[in-house]
């Protein structure tokens, strides 16, 4: 079958997002007072949201509930297709629930590949279609945040967000048309003359992009 989801979310992540934390920001610039505290958790917070942006993904762990819909062709007929559901969150933690048009499924019904987030209907332990016009998984998916002693973030999203919120943070204190300074004896500063110019298609410098590249959602 060919289907449409509708996801809705059953337990949700502590918000905000934060990707890194207060304590990993400051030990990484030598911050030792408190005074900007709240300045710095806007920052990741912001950070953390571009990471969101660029990955397309919601990374914080929550419980969802995302029903399929079997779609209907010009003619009327339903489209057979053999391929597996495509799971909205990853990874997936936990299957709770299984129901095919009200029926649930027994723990041998279905297969789901954690790390991509594809969920397979299985027959005999064999790949088989998904079949039924309405089809309802409650599920567990993503990624237990920084600040939890059993986080699982992948190091390199807690790299670049705080990079990310380091880019932020001097950006907030300095002109962004400089382009170069010389100090020793107050020398000189050039400017970037015309638009300001970024690495990548996202904005982001070349190494955060590229470090971001592995985790955005390209399964459609």
Same mark, same amino acid.
């Given at each position: 079958?060919?289907y449409?989801?509708?996801?809705s979310?059953?337990?949700?992540?502590?918000?905000?997002?934060l #990707?890194?934390?207060?304590?990993?920001?400051k030990a990484?610039?030598g911050?030792?007072v408190?005074?900007?505290?709240?300045?710095?958790?806007?920052?990741i917070?912001?950070a953390?949201?571009r990471?969101a942006?660029?990955?397309r993904?919601?990374?914080?762990?929550?419980t969802?509930?995302?029903?399929?819909?079997?779609r209907l062709?010009?003619?009327?007929?339903?489209?057979?297709?053999?391929?597996?559901?495509i799971?909205a969150?990853?990874?997936?933690s936990?299957?709770?629930?299984?129901?095919v048009?009200?029926?649930?499924?027994?723990?041998?019904?279905y297969?789901?590949?954690?790390?991509s987030?594809l969920l397979?209907?299985?027959s005999s332990?064999f790949?088989?279609?998904?079949?039924?016009?309405?089809?309802?998984?409650?599920?567990t998916?993503?990624?237990?945040l920084?600040?939890?002693?059993?986080t699982? #973030?992948?190091p390199a999203l807690?790299e670049?967000?705080?990079?990310i919120a380091?880019m932020?943070?001097?950006?907030?204190s300095r002109?962004?048309?400089?382009?170069?300074?010389d100090v020793?004896?107050?020398?000189s500063?050039?400017?970037?003359v015309?638009?300001?110019?970024?690495?990548?298609s996202?904005?982001?410098?070349?190494? #955060?992009?590229?470090?971001l590249?592995?985790?955005?959602?390209r399964? #459609?």
């Amino acid at each position: 079958m060919l289907y449409s989801a509708i996801l809705s979310v059953t337990e949700a992540a502590e918000t905000p997002i934060l #990707l890194t934390t207060l304590e990993a920001f400051k030990a990484q610039m030598g911050i030792t007072v408190s005074e900007k505290d709240d300045l710095i958790e806007q920052i990741i917070a912001r950070a953390s949201g571009r990471i969101a942006d660029t990955t397309r993904r919601v990374l914080a762990r929550e419980t969802v509930a995302e029903t399929f819909r079997a779609r209907l062709n010009t003619s009327g007929m339903v489209t057979p297709e053999a391929a597996p559901l495509i799971l909205a969150r990853y990874p997936v933690s936990s299957i709770q629930s299984v129901t095919v048009d009200g029926e649930a499924l027994a723990a041998d019904g279905y297969e789901v590949d954690p790390a991509s987030g594809l969920l397979y209907r299985l027959s005999s332990g064999f790949w088989c279609s998904w079949t039924g016009a309405r089809i309802v998984v409650a599920y567990t998916a993503g990624y237990i945040l920084p600040g939890n002693s059993d986080t699982n #973030l992948p190091p390199a999203l807690e790299e670049a967000c705080l990079g990310i919120a380091r880019m932020r943070w001097f950006n907030d204190s300095r002109d962004p048309l400089v382009k170069s300074e010389d100090v020793p004896d107050v020398g000189s500063t050039q400017y970037w003359v015309g638009d300001v110019p970024t690495a990548s298609s996202s904005g982001l410098p070349t190494d #955060l992009a590229d470090t971001l590249e592995p985790y955005i959602d390209r399964r #459609l």
